[in-house]
């Protein structure tokens, strides 16, 4: 078991005593070997899992002080606001007072005109008291008397205009004391709970369900993640690809469409946010994404293809300073070499040899030569049903697309032996379509598509060619396999490119089934003359 500083232990395997006989060795040694590889799987998912939480405690660490920072920023915009709204009211308040004064200011300043006035009058009035003379008493008293009807005195208000009141400037913070005393942190919602059992994995699509451990009427909407790997089990943080973000996902389920399976599993994880926060992550669950991917194989194909990974083009130039192989075929040249008769014999070449899984995969095979523009697949069909389409570019001459056994010889033409199969177009001067085995010619009366569908049924010894845009029947092959298959292509001028990592489709799963209900719906060409 190894260590938290993750030394591994090397635990030494118990001698098997030598008068055990060689079948007991064998079932001992062979358990061993299962308990090896059982602690072997068992160390790595406790590194992962040490990694793991040791990945976590640094983010809580940092979390948590991006926690504190973000606690600073809002009572620190807090207190902005509440200094910003103090100036603002005490400014109010200043101006209101300004407002007062002056006002009782010029009612002070008419007070004391009017006062001043009145003093004059009175003091003319007690003077005209000790006139003697009547008529002149008279005329003083009438313009006193006028004097005083349009004097200041008797038209001013002796009533403050403004009271010297501010309560209504006043404030009373008690209620907002009381709420910001209630803060707390802000609501963040539960983590989603994934339905495993409501997932779907089918047609390069991945559908994901869940579901909120109790009803939260402030979610807002949901972010999905989704990561590659080729591990099984809990995600790992080391050597895998980045997490791919799908957000604001407003409903429980989500399908992710278009995806190509270039890798075992798919890690897949969910959160739920309300309109201020994400909440935590669902515990990620790891989904099979079982499809058959297989790239072309360069060190095998014939000088006159170029092969980059799953794109295959013809190169007139390629086989110059090659050996040539039949003067006939290089004074022919001009020709379709995959329409020409069959005069010559279909026997293969001498096949290496070898007991090396790898080498049986890639490089074990002569390079095709001749006209057998080929190239084959790097990975073999050995069980199961498997799915690849091919799109051919629009000036493609001649191409021909199926399977062969895995050691074909260099000069043989797919569709020209019995250990091969395949669909042929040739749109060299008119098209023709056309399914071919063992030398063997059936014409396919029905338009080429531009893609082609290819599913390898090698337990129920089925080969079948759709119409990858509608998913219509094209032909289909039925024999019993005998060998691995290898996926296989022959071009002639144009090129190829060829789509793996995928699944087979529903709907060709539907057809197959209905077709095999059906008793001689489909001819095979072993029967074809």
Known sequence: ?????????????????????????????????????????????????????????????????????????????????????????????????????????????????????????????????????????????????????????????????????????????????????????????????????????????ITVSWRMPEEDPRIDHFVLEYRKTNFDGLPRLKGEQRWEVISYIKATQYTLSGLKFDTKYMNLRVQACNKAVAGEYSDPITLETKAFLFSLDSTSSHPNLKVEDTFVEWDPTGGKGQEKIKGKENKNSGQNPLLKSNRRSNAASPKKATNSP??????????????????????????????????????????????????????????????????????????????????????????????IGVCCDFDGGQLSFYNANSKALLHTFRTKFTQPLLPGFMIWCGGLTVSTGLQVPSAVKTLQKSENGLSGSTSSLNNVA
């Open 358 to 451: 790898r080498a049986l995969a890639r490089g074990s095979r002569d390079r095709f030569a001749g006209e057998s523009y080929t190239v084959l697949g790097d990975t073999a069909v050995e069980s199961g049903q498997h799915y690849w389409e091919v799109r051919a570019q629009k000036d493609c001459k001649s191409y021909s697309v199926g399977v062969t056994y895995r050691n074909p010889g260099k000069f043989d033409q797919l569709g020209k032996t019995n250990s091969s199969w395949c669909i042929h177009i040739n749109n060299w001067l008119q098209t023709t379509f056309s399914a071919k085995h063992n030398n063997k010619t059936k014409t396919l009366d029905i338009p080429v598509p531009d893609r």
């Open 1 to 205: 078991m190894p260590g938290a500083g993750g030394a591994h232990l090397c635990i030494p395997l118990p001698r098997i005593p030598a008068c055990a006989a060689p079948t007991a060795m064998d079932e001992e040694r062979e358990t061993l070997q299962r308990i090896v590889s059982t602690l072997v799987n068992k160390n790595d998912e406790i590194h992962n899992f040490i990694d793991m939480l040791n990945h976590t405690i640094s983010n809580v660490q940092v979390n948590s002080s991006n926690a504190i920072s973000e606690l600073d920023e809002e009572f620190d915009g807090l207190y902005s606001v509440l200094h910003e709204m103090k100036g603002s009211m005490a400014n109010t308040i200043q101006q209101e007072e300004a407002c007062k004064i002056q006002a009782l200011q010029d009612q002070l300043s008419q007070c004391s005109h009017a006062l001043e006035s009145s003093e004059e009058l009175l003091e003319i009035a007690v003077q005209s008291l000790d006139i003697k003379n009547p008529a002149k008493l008279l005329e003083a008293a009438r313009q006193i008397k006028d004097s005083v009807t349009v004097a200041s005195a008797f038209r001013l208000s002796l009533k403050p205009k403004v009271s010297d009141s501010m309560a209504h400037l006043m404030v009373d913070f008690t209620l907002e004391k009381r709420m910001l005393q209630a803060v707390k942190f802000l609501p963040v919602p539960k983590a989603p709970e994934i339905d495993v059992a409501a997932c779907l994995v089918a047609d390069n699509c």
